[in-house]
């Protein structure tokens, strides 16, 4: 696994409090089995490219029949030969605080 993606996705019609839609794109990232990770502005999610992308699509297709407008964002860290990213990049930030 060597991509590490910030997704945050919500419809911008729906009023002020958008936590359904918002549950009904974490229920399709936590299917794909993928690791990942909620924060209070979106989720991260580790794995290939191609399946992170899919995941994308797929978010963006559960809201577009609902929505007339959709709010996206997607952050993207490509590195070769990296795992665990999801959990070592805050790792190594923390033990810098350390020394």
């Known amino acids: 696994m060597s991509t590490l993606a910030e997704l945050a996705i919500f419809p911008l019609d ?9 549950a009904k794109v ?4 936590q299917q794909s089995n993928l690791e990942h990770q909620l924060t209070p502005m979106g989720t991260c999610i580790e794995g290939e490219f191609d399946d992170i992308m899919n995941i994308v699509s ?3 297709k559960a809201l ?3 929505c007339n407008r959709i709010y996206l964002t997607l952050k993207i860290d490509f590195r070769k030969n990296r795992k665990n990213a999801l ?6 930030v923390e ?3 350390h020394d």
């Open 87 to 92: 959990k070592q990049k805050i790792k190594s």
């Open 64 to 66: 577009e029949p609902e």
């Open 26 to 29: 974490l229920k399709i990232i």
């Open 14 to 22: 729906k009023g002020e409090s958008v936590s359904e839609y918002v």
């Open 58 to 60: 797929k978010c963006f």
């Open 95 to 97: 033990d810098k605080l």
